[in-house]
Structure formats: C-alpha cells, structure tokens
C-alpha cells in the first residue's frame, strides 16, 4: 500500500498526459507555452477568481505574494507555527520576521481568537511573548494563514480581524486547494491566495509548480513581472526585483487532465476521509479530523490525533509493522525549529501546536484507496 498512490491516477490519464507531453515536446515552446495560458485561465475558473499567475512552485506562490505586496525588511507577518516549513521560510525569505500565533485544537488552523489576542495585546502596548520580534503593531503587514491538511482556515473571521488592523491576508492553500467554505473555493477565501503543484498535493504535477490567486489586475500584473525578473513593459525593462517564477509548459500539459478530474477526486477524497471517521469515530482516545458545516476539506491528509506520544508510536509501530506506511505532519512546530531560534520564543510558548506536534498522525488518504485497504487498516487500529 502506499502512503499518497499516483501510478493509479497516471494509468487512468495515461493518454491524455502522455499525448499533451508530447504536444509540447512537438511544439517547443517549454516556457510559457500555450498550456500554461490555458491552464490559468482554467485554475481561475476553478478557484472562483478574476486572475490566475502560474509558477514555480507553492514556495515561489509565497514568496511573490509577499514581494507583490511590498513586503520586506522591518515588516513583521503573522502565521501559524503548525504548518509545512515553507509558509514562514517565504516570510523570513523577503526580510520580514514571523510572529505566530497558536493554533485552534479541533481544526489544527490558525485561531481567530488568539490572532486577535495577539494584535490587540500588540497594539496596546502590553507585555506579550512576542516582545522579541515585535511591539509595534505598524511593523505587521499581513497574516499568512494556512488551510492545514486540507481544511481550510476560518477565513471569515481572520478577514475581519485582519481589516481591522489593515492587514493583507495571504491564503497558503497548497494542502487546502480543491476544499471550500459555504461554495467559495480555497485559493480565493482572502485577498491573495497561494497553491501548491508538488505531486503529493492533491492535485500535484510531476515535478514542482504553484499558482497564486487574486481578484485584483494590479496584484496579478505585479506577480506577471515578478515571475520574470521584474519585466516591465518591454523584455530588457527591469523595473523591479523579482526571479525565474515560471510554471513549466511541461507540468502544465500535465496539469490540465488532471484538473479535469479533480472534482471527482474531491469527493473521493471525502469518502475515503467519511469512511475512515465512521470506523475510527468511537475508539477511545482516538480522535478523528473534524469539519465544521459549510466546510469541504481537500483531504492533503487524514490527521488522527491520540490520547499520548506513546498511544501514537504504538499505533504507528503496528500499523508499519503490517506494511501500512504512517507519517506525522508535523513532529516540530515552526517556533521550535532551529532556523527560527533567533525569534527567540521558548518551546512552551505556543501549547495547542506541541500538543497536537506531539500525537498527531497521518494514514493513507488518496482519491484511488478502496475500501478493503481502509477496512484493513482501521481493522489494526482497533485490535490494538
Ligand atoms: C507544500 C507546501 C508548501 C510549499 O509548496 P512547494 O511547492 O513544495 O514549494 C507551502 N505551504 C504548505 C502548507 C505546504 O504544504
């Protein structure tokens, strides 16, 4: 059994991405070729947004979301410390500092609640655990919040926190890309919103790649220019910094069968996600993800969470013991991760995320994992 399963989806697209491959091998234009015109104009559609920027990849969508904006040195932007790595590299990345805030226990997400603590304690000058980093609420720019595992973020309340204090909200849908909130997909739930094409998301190229998401013409032509040097109106007219952000004309031609089923993988996913919580729901000290109503998760894992870091190794040891593969996302919170040591917070200060660091883990969860396997596996959770 495997963990994420992609050779199932490649032999049921088989044609199609080995014709459109070929396509762009026969046509040659490997750099934003017609494909990748096509598929942002369909990812738009997709997500519910008025422009699409295809790139390199979901830390790229980050980082040049962040330059888009302007944001750099002396800026201070919030996020969580239980997210993949990228999220706070990016941030550190254009100069500015990361200020987490702790996340909620049932969705593993940024709280809203604690995001406005935060802010308030900041912007009235009392004495917080962020004192290193920052006491000045001007300095924060804007909260990147992260649709974790697939669910994503309550963007309605931190939207309304975050304009409150004249923030920029950055979504980091690279797990949650394909979920929604009351129909509004992820990648459009904030002003800019980032995804992730690496295989293993939930709808993955065969390399790496990303998109950003926005409503907004100027945003989008800022991220066309930056995606290329800082291009301006002409090709040798640099008017800003920026890189080499393509999406590979490739990974493109890849992208648009398998976006074509992505829908359908959804819900897939869902009942995969369904009948794992339906076997797993009554066992003690065990629990299951929840999703609020209105909510439709992605799916980029199945998170578990057990009563104790032994109750989790035990499950995990059996479960690899009888070929299962497991993993924990994420066994480290960002706050304590040597390459942030110099924010200078303890390894205490934020308690839900090394709590949930500590016993969360992950089964196999892939559009294509039928139902005898999760049977099987739910089967060796219980006889535990
Ligand atoms: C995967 C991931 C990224 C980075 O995407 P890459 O394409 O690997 O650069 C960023 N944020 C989160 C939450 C992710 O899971």
Redesign the pocket.
């Known amino acids: 059994m495997q963990f994420i399963d992609l050779k199932t989806q490649y032999s049921q697209l088989k044609e199609k991405i080995d014709s459109n491959i070929h396509k762009v091998l026969d046509h040659g234009q490997y750099v934003m070729g017609p494909e990748v015109i096509e598929l942002e104009q369909k990812l738009a559609e997709f997500a519910g947004t008025k422009y699409c920027v295809s790139c390199s ?6 980082v040049m979301a962040l330059m888009a904006y302007g944001i750099s040195e002396g800026d201070v932007v919030i996020t969580t410390p239980f ?2 790595i ?2 706070a590299e990016a941030i550190k990345f254009v100069g500015a500092t990361p200020l987490f805030v702790d996340i909620d226990k049932d969705t593993y997400n940024i709280s809203p609640e604690k995001l406005e603590q935060t802010l308030t304690s900041i912007a009235d000058k009392e004495s917080t655990i962020h004192d290193s980093i920052c006491t000045d609420i001007g300095k924060i720019k804007a909260v990147i919040s ?3 595992f697939g669910l994503p973020a309550d963007a309605t309340e931190i939207n309304r926190i975050a304009k409150k204090h004249n923030l920029i909200v950055i979504e ?1 849908a ?2 949650g890309f394909g979920g929604a909130i009351d129909g509004k997909r992820a990648g459009s739930l904030s002003d800019i919103g ?1 995804t ?3 295989p293993a ?1 939930p709808l993955g190229c065969y390399g ?3 998109a950003i998401f926005t409503d907004c013409e100027e945003t989008a032509a800022r991220l066309k220019s930056i995606r290329v040097h800082g291009q301006g109106e002409d090709k040798y007219q640099n008017v800003r910094l920026g890189l080499t952000g393509r999406l590979d004309t490739i990974q493109a031609a890849v992208l648009l069968p398998k976006l074509e089923v992505f829908e359908t993988e959804i819900e897939q996913r869902q009942s995969v996600a369904e009948s794992y919580s339906s076997q797993l729901r009554d066992i003690e000290g065990l629990t299951v993800p929840s999703v609020q109503a209105g909510y439709v998760s992605a799916w ?1 894992q199945y998170t578990l969470m057990a009563k104790s870091e032994e109750h989790r190794s035990q499950i995990m040891e059996h479960l690899k013991s009888n070929n299962i593969p497991v993993a924990v996302y994420y066994p480290i919170p960002l706050h304590e991760q040597k390459v942030f040591e110099s924010l200078g917070y303890q390894s205490n200060d934020f308690e839900v995320s090394s709590f949930a660091a500590k016993r969360v883990f992950s089964l196999p969860m892939h559009p294509y994992l039928r139902n005898e396997e999760i049977e099987h596996i739910c089967k060796l959770i219980k006889e535990l």
Not at 57 to 62: E, I, R
Request: glycine share 12%; proline share 0%; aromatic share 12%.
């Open positions: 990849s979901g830390t790229d969508a980050l997210t993949f990228a999220t992260v649709d974790l980091d690279a797990q980032c992730s094409f690496f998301k790496d790649g990303g980029a």
